[in-house]
């Protein structure tokens, strides 16, 4: 309450970016992990919570782009969420696009971003990782340097892979951002199944020669996929024996919104997230658990700023759910209220633990 009727108008006066670097630099300079978890105040847990052969707190994690760098991942862990992904980083650091290239539509509930990976590089998240774990399952999204070029990637991801795996809980392949030019080509059925193999090979020696155990791989994707292209992939990650799909990145589309047309034009060319992107993305969280009849861990995201939000994902398939333009507009609570509206939501529903829930509803979606 006390975020959205003080904290947010404050922060919406500063153009976007620089309102993000000052949450980001409060959390990291001012705010101490104790007192945020003070502050959050008590957290619901969900006990028996395993996915991908990993333990989590409860279901709700930051989704990549909010700490590309992994400056304050233990502080997202102490507001109460249950796992947070860092990055996307690249090989090679990078600057990103020129700014402005975050735009608010406040009254869509959504932001436009064109960034482009704007990060310090896969090292440097290394060894910042090195020096703060956070107290939850920390996932590593990484992406193409946009300096490579495409016939070049695998290599490329395979240098980020090796680099961060060691501080991953999970690692995120990223082949679906509309900001990196051609990025999204990999999704495409050969190239993802080349990309997918060859990072989980990698995977598999390093794990066999420190007698230790593969790190469990994401494949995050596009909503703006239709049915055909959603089969390849599903074939590539189950070839590669991935663990599961992030669904989904942000949305090239335009439709539907309440804001004038030409403050939309004004945006300028970028991924769309928040409340418009909710029904696209359910809904390729149903059609993926259809077609996958849960043999891969489904991560819904996509507009989620509630606990309601939150169970439709679940309920049309995703084990766990992750948000970041719902943090924007709901701020530091939104973890904590949306778990214990998530408990609430399992009683009222005489559900015992949330798998029971996941799923239940994924034929009641309309296809692609
Ligand atoms: C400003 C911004 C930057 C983002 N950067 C990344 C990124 O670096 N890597 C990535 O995989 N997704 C990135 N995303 C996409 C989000 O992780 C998420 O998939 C998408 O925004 C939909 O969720 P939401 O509606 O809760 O925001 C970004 C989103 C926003 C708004």
Redesign the pocket.
């Known amino acids: 309450m006390l975020y959205r009727s003080l904290l947010r108008p404050l922060l919406f006066k500063l153009p976007?970016e620089t309102a993000?670097e000052l949450a980001l630099h409060a959390l990291s300079h001012g705010l101490g992990t104790g007192l945020l978890r003070r502050l959050a105040g008590a957290q619901t847990s969900f006990a028996g919570l395993r996915r991908f052969g990993l333990s989590f707190k409860n279901p709700v994690g930051v989704?990549?782009?909010?700490d590309?760098n992994g400056l304050v991942a233990p502080q997202l862990a102490a507001l109460g969420f249950g796992f947070v992904?860092v990055?996307?980083v690249t090989n090679l650091p990078q600057p990103g696009n020129p700014r402005p290239r975050?735009f608010r539509l406040p009254l869509d509930r959504?932001?436009v971003?064109r960034?482009g990976?704007n990060?310090e590089g896969a090292a440097a998240l290394a060894r910042r990782l090195q020096g703060s774990r956070p107290d939850c399952v920390l996932g590593v999204?990484i992406?193409k340097s946009r300096a490579v070029p495409i016939e070049e990637a695998t290599s490329d991801y395979l240098a980020s892979f090796e680099t961060v795996r060691p501080h991953a809980d999970y690692v995120?392949v990223?082949v679906?951002?509309p900001n990196t030019p051609g990025l999204r080509e990999l999704q495409r059925g050969d190239l993802l199944t080349e990309l997918l193999g060859a990072l989980q090979r990698r995977n598999r020696e390093l794990a066999e020669k420190e007698n230790g155990r593969p790190v469990p791989l994401l494949v995050?994707v596009a909503p703006d996929l239709g049915a055909g292209e959603l089969e390849l992939i599903i074939d590539a990650a189950r070839a590669a024996e991935v663990a599961g799909i992030?669904a989904?990145?942000?949305t090239v589309s335009r439709d539907g919104l309440l804001t004038d047309s030409q403050t939309v034009a004004a945006c300028g060319e970028g991924?769309l997230?928040?409340?418009p992107?909710?029904e696209r993305?359910t809904r390729l969280v149903a059609a993926l658990r259809r077609l996958t009849r849960g043999a891969l861990e489904i991560v819904g995201?996509?507009?989620?700023f509630d606990a309601e939000d939150a169970w439709e994902k679940i309920c049309a398939g995703a084990g766990l759910v992750?948000?970041?333009?719902?943090?924007?507009y709901s701020g530091p609570g939104v973890a904590r209220r949306i778990n214990e509206g998530l408990a609430a939501l399992l009683e009222r529903h005489g559900l015992r633990t949330l798998d029971e829930a996941v799923g239940c509803r994924a034929e009641e979606f309309a296809p692609l």
């Open positions: 976007p993000h989704a990549a782009g909010f590309k992904e990055g996307t975050l959504a932001l971003n960034q990976f990060n999204n992406g995120t990223n679906s951002s995050k992030i989904a990145n942000t991924g997230s928040g409340a992107l909710r993305s995201v996509g507009g989620i992750q948000l970041y333009t719902g943090f924007v």
